[in-house]
């Protein structure tokens, strides 16, 4: 072996030093391509609000304790974005714009856009789909539901979207029969809810839950698909210990697992 000339020795002592954590990075490469884990995409608002910044942190957190890899589907993103993942999560944020007299409150159009495509592709390869708050109303609309303000109904704003923090959680009724009711194991639950929008039809979707004084629907799910459920309350946040979110987000990321990859998933027909 030839002797390296003194203006090689910096280029062989980089080597040196760069072959050990290349090949490690190299074997660590190889084995998550063979032990693929389940990613999910988590559709959140481009808004900077601090709201807004904490559903999408919350979610992610959820998710990421229940063991999925998170991939950020910001609006504008494309549809292929899908084609990776093995589930989608639509998170809360900003009120879905409507046209109607009603329709009042910070809009953000780009992403009802960006949404609507992402979900309907979703269902159309059947993703399991979980939404939150918003994503939960994006779901109903889509299966030719409807949504109203509640707003200008003082006893409905008081309770749905309050100042207090405490009168965030009230109770809701569980549907017999229904996916969300095996999940959570019970047929009344205590949850945290805030909206200024609620759903007034629920188009193809089953109603899964309604607000046990009100009767406001609060889940819906849709029979057709693998899995695809609308919660109005908030699961992913796990400061409330009483609170049974955690069970749903466990089961979304489970059954995304355990749905065929990206590759080998039958799509359905327009």
Do not use: Y
């Not at 856009?113 to 939150?132: H, N, S």
């Not at 019970?186 to 046990?212: C, F, M, N, T």
């Amino acid at each position: 072996m030839a002797t390296p000339r003194p203006l090689e020795w910096p280029l062989h002592l980089m080597a040196l030093l760069l072959t050990p954590p290349l090949f490690v990075l190299t074997l660590a490469t190889r084995r998550l391509k063979r032990k693929r884990g389940v990613r999910v995409a988590l559709s959140v608002s481009d808004s900077l609000s601090p709201v807004h910044v904490f559903s999408a942190m919350s979610c992610s957190l959820a998710l990421a304790r229940a063991g999925a890899e998170v991939v950020v589907a910001r609006p504008g993103v494309g549809k292929d974005i899908l084609g990776d993942v093995d589930g989608v999560l639509f998170s809360g944020g900003e009120d879905i714009h409507r046209d109607d007299d009603d329709a009042s409150g910070r809009f953000n159009l780009v992403r009802d856009e960006t949404e609507k495509t992402l979900l309907e592709e979703a269902l159309r390869r059947d993703l399991p789909v979980l939404g939150i708050c918003r994503g939960m109303q994006l779901l109903a609309v889509c299966r030719g539901g409807s949504l109203a303000s509640h707003k200008n109904d003082p006893q409905k704003h008081h309770r749905h979207l309050p100042r207090i923090l405490g009168s965030l959680l009230h109770e809701v009724e569980i549907s017999e029969g229904t996916t969300l009711r095996k999940i959570l194991g019970a047929p009344r639950l205590k949850i945290l809810s805030i909206h200024g929008e609620h759903v007034v039809s629920s188009g193809d979707a089953v109603v899964a839950a309604r607000d046990a004084e009100d009767g406001m629907i609060e889940a819906i799910e849709l029979c057709e698909s693998t899995f695809a459920i609308g919660v109005q309350w908030h699961p992913e946040i796990r400061s409330i210990p009483h609170l049974r979110g955690a069970k749903l987000v466990s089961a979304f990321v489970k059954i995304a697992a355990t749905s065929s990859p990206p590759g080998d998933r039958k799509t359905k027909p327009h």
